[in-house]
């Protein structure tokens, strides 16, 4: 009987026509302010052209301004293509799409992070993807900070890992789930990132360190929006001197470093095991050597020989901060949302703050939980204080949020 009511149900399904069904899910999404789309602009230094308009540029993650630094740019463009290097190597690593300066930049980068080696991924999302799908399985659990970067919960969905999140940065509410779940699972990793995106706040890495060893367990940290900026450029497990406490570690090129690409660094063991089991890896054509090498040239030339963009990074970040004294800024760092809650509550200002020459883009759900809708301000090296205060003056004429 049950059966027949289920096959009833299924015969009484309305057919949709091919695009019907996705026709009316873009409607749904126009309709709750949710559509996205790809707009025709032009980046130009610390701005952006729209509709022929130049508005100051805060929704990048160039967080140095490397990307639009020409002299870097030319000077290593003279250095590179006077070697006569290649533009592309359109092979995968582990056939023939390798050569010394990837494995020069992952040497640097394994003595940076005192590793034992590193590994070259195509972007942090072929990165996370890779290192969670290939480390745990069906019997393995692993325990995510709920406001944990989309690559990272696609890795563990295709591992078929059980995902247990726990609140944010709440490690008590960590620490009972690793109580309550870990016995029952063969493996487990501890996942966060460092330094969160869409909030702009920082895990504390030895409190999950504690907890890693504790629960025997491997601890993965992302350090994707602050390798470059934090503790002398190498990120903020460095920063609080927890480099040895973490298992892998992975960061991007593609943020404040300018550049392309990601990597992760570990151990003999856990790099070797990606060599041969990350999908994402092994059936990856390589990043174009071009890209590559001028990331190595911009850590090594500009990021890491002195701290002067770091250091104006942090104070532009100090001196928003102390002018948007009455508006509710989550996090500490250079990343500055302000939350309104409706979707069409952020993206009309965002429309109001680019007419008056700011581009803010609204973050909206599934990039952040419903209701939380957002203006993320996001600020880089190449700004100077007056393009601070311009917009903190726009800021607090146009948007009361009390």
């Known amino acids: 009987m049950k059966n027949s009511t289920n096959m009833a149900s299924l015969n009484s399904l309305k057919p949709l026509s091919s695009l019907e069904f996705y026709s009316n899910t873009l409607e749904d999404l126009k309709n709750n302010s949710s559509f996205r789309q790809v707009k025709d602009i032009k980046q130009d230094g610390k701005y952006i052209v ?33 070697c006569g290097a290649k533009i592309s190597n359109p092979s995968a690593r582990l056939l023939c799409g390798t050569n010394s300066i990837y494995k020069e930049l992952e040497t640097f980068l394994a003595k940076l992070f005192q590793k034992d080696r590193a590994l070259i991924f195509n972007s942090g999302y072929h990165g996370n993807v890779g290192v969670y799908s290939s480390l745990v399985n069906s019997d393995d659990v692993v325990f995510v900070d709920k406001l944990n970067h989309a690559s990272i919960i696609d890795g563990i969905r295709l591992s078929k ?41 920082v895990a504390d890495i030895n409190k999950l360190a504690d907890l890693k060893e504790e629960f025997n367990a491997l601890l993965i940290i992302d350090e994707a929006h602050s390798f470059g900026v934090y503790g002398d450029g190498v990120g903020v497990c460095m920063e609080q001197n927890a480099l040895s406490r973490v298992d892998l570690i992975l960061a991007t090129f593609g943020k404040a470093i300018g550049s392309y690409g990601a990597f992760v660094v570990g151990c003999e063991t856990l790099i070797d095991y990606l060599v041969n089991f990350a999908r994402s890896f092994i059936f990856s054509t390589t990043l174009p050597e071009i890209s590559v090498a001028f990331s190595y040239y911009a850590l090594k030339e500009k990021i890491l020989k002195d701290n002067s963009l770091q250091n104006k990074l942090f104070l532009l970040n100090e001196t928003l901060r102390s002018k948007l ?36 883009l609204p973050i909206r759900y599934p990039t952040v939980a419903k209701n939380t809708a957002r203006l993320r301000i996001s600020l880089n090296s190449g700004m100077e204080i007056e393009d601070i205060e311009k917009l903190s003056e726009f800021l607090n004429s146009t948007l009361p949020l009390k």
């Not at 160039?62 to 463009?77: H, P, R, T, V, W």
């Not at 609140?167 to 029952?184: I, V």
């Open 50 to 82: 729209l509709n022929n308009k130049k508005l100051l540029n805060f929704s990048s993650n160039d967080y140095l301004g490397i990307s639009s630094d020409k002299n870097l740019c030319e000077a290593f463009l003279k250095e590179y293509l006077v």
């Open 161 to 201: 890992a059980q995902i247990i999140p726990y609140k944010h940065l709440d490690y008590d509410d960590l620490r009972s789930k690793l109580q309550k779940y870990r016995k029952k699972y063969k493996k487990a990793i501890i996942s966060s990132e460092s330094l969160f995106s869409m909030d702009g706040d």
């Open 325 to 360: 004294k009455n508006f509710e800024i989550l996090g500490e760092s250079y990343i500055l949302p302000v939350v309104l809650g409706e979707n069409e509550r952020a993206v009309s200002f965002s429309n109001k703050l680019i007419e008056n020459g700011f581009y803010i």
